[in-house]
């Protein structure tokens, strides 16, 4: 008697015998491995962390590993194909972009992290008061100087003559400060955040809630132009694993912040960095990805960053990339659990306690900036340390 034996029949014997998680096993396809760059120090990659230890990366197909290092580390290897994505602030990569730069941008991930603050008992109290005042910086070029010298640019002031731009290390940006050294410091969260919680600072202009920053993304999802141009649906898949996450944190800053200190993705403490994910706008959003590139050119070629001559049109043509699949619509439909038991209000009205202002300060952003920016704007004056 002739035996023919069917892939059914095959498959089912060997379930039987091997138990059907493994052969479900070899039926997977194997993950794509992915690498996404990170600098230490900031709460608000959290969609980063988030994106790997909830698994949204292997659900999308991606074997994905953090790679951490400063801003030239993460330029120069997206740029080479070293890492394959990163999360940042759309004002740190343009001018690389401009000078030929093979990076792209593919969707905005939240608005709202920087602040023009000064000390409580200030009499300043609005922007036009910034005006023949001495601002304290981390650097120029920096991200924090950029949203200043924008600030003062906006209102018609000369951001090289109209005011005086101090330079100190972030630790010592509260000490100048109340030592009166300064009239007023530009600093990013979480430090912006703490000093505000402590009731030592007031804000002159916060990015979060005051226009026209507020409806403006300010940190975007950065993908290497060589993944783009070899294997778009990577690229695809990396960003709406990143979205995804960010959707994830808005509904659940509690949680994220926990993971994310428990694991030291971030410095500082939960009570800290759930303030500041509490009160980010992480509102995923592709259009506003490229309307942030568009918004972020004018403002640097106006205070001088961008030259003058760059079509800033065939610029932002060239930066924004709209991948495959990848829309807001998409975006809306993407449903995340609700893991947190407490409200974001109940969050904000908590007082902060157990903080320790010297190390989170000395935590911070050191190098947010690359060397092509600080040297595109060298020579301004008043400039001191």
């Not at 640097?300 to 049109?313: E, P, R």
Request: aromatic share 6%; hydrophobic share 40%; charged share 25%.
């Amino acid at each position: 008697m002739q035996l023919i034996f069917t892939k059914q029949f095959i498959v089912g014997a060997l379930a039987l015998i091997l138990g059907p998680e493994i052969l479900l096993a070899t039926d997977t396809p194997a993950l794509k491995k992915v690498r996404i760059g990170d600098s230490p120090g900031s709460s608000c990659h959290a969609p980063l962390y988030i994106a790997y230890e909830k698994d949204f990366f292997k659900e999308e197909g991606l074997d994905a590993e953090i790679v951490r290092g400063d801003w030239d580390f993460l330029r120069e290897s997206l740029a080479t194909g070293k890492i394959d994505a990163a999360q940042g602030m759309v004002i740190t990569y343009l001018k690389s972009i401009e000078q030929g730069l093979d990076v792209n941008i593919t969707a905005g991930v939240h608005k709202g992290c920087m602040h023009v603050l000064t000390a409580k008992d200030s009499p300043l109290s609005k922007p036009e008061d910034l005006k023949g005042k001495r601002i304290g910086i981390q650097g120029i070029g920096t991200s924090p100087w950029f949203f200043a010298a924008r600030v003062v640019s906006s209102l018609g002031m000369d951001i090289k003559h109209d005011v005086e731009w101090k330079v100190y290390p972030l630790a010592e940006l509260k000490q100048a400060l109340e030592k009166k050294e300064v009239d007023a410091i530009s600093v990013i969260d979480p430090a912006g955040e703490l000093l505000l919680s402590e009731g030592f600072a007031k804000d002159i202009v916060n990015s979060n809630t005051d226009a026209p920053y507020k409806d403006e993304y300010c940190c975007v999802v950065f993908v290497s132009g060589q993944l783009i141009k070899t294997d778009p649906d990577t690229a695809t898949r990396l960003t709406r694993a990143i979205l995804k996450a960010a959707k994830w944190v808005s509904s659940n800053p509690q949680s994220a912040a926990e993971i994310c200190v428990e694991k030291k993705y971030m410095s500082g403490t939960v009570e800290l960095n759930v303030r500041v994910l509490a009160q980010l706008n992480y509102m995923p959003s592709v259009e506003g990805g490229a309307e942030a590139t568009k918004t972020a050119a004018s403002a640097m070629q106006k205070v001088g960053i961008l030259d003058a001559s760059t079509d800033l049109n065939a610029l932002v043509n060239r930066t924004f990339v709209r991948l495959p699949t990848l829309d807001d619509s998409w975006l809306q439909s993407v449903k995340v659990e609700q893991e947190d038991k407490i409200s974001r209000q109940k969050i904000l009205a908590r007082a902060l306690s157990n903080i320790n202002p010297s190390k989170t300060f000395a935590s911070g952003y050191r190098n947010c900036c690359s060397q092509d920016v600080i040297e595109s704007v060298h020579d301004f004056a008043g400039m001191s340390n």
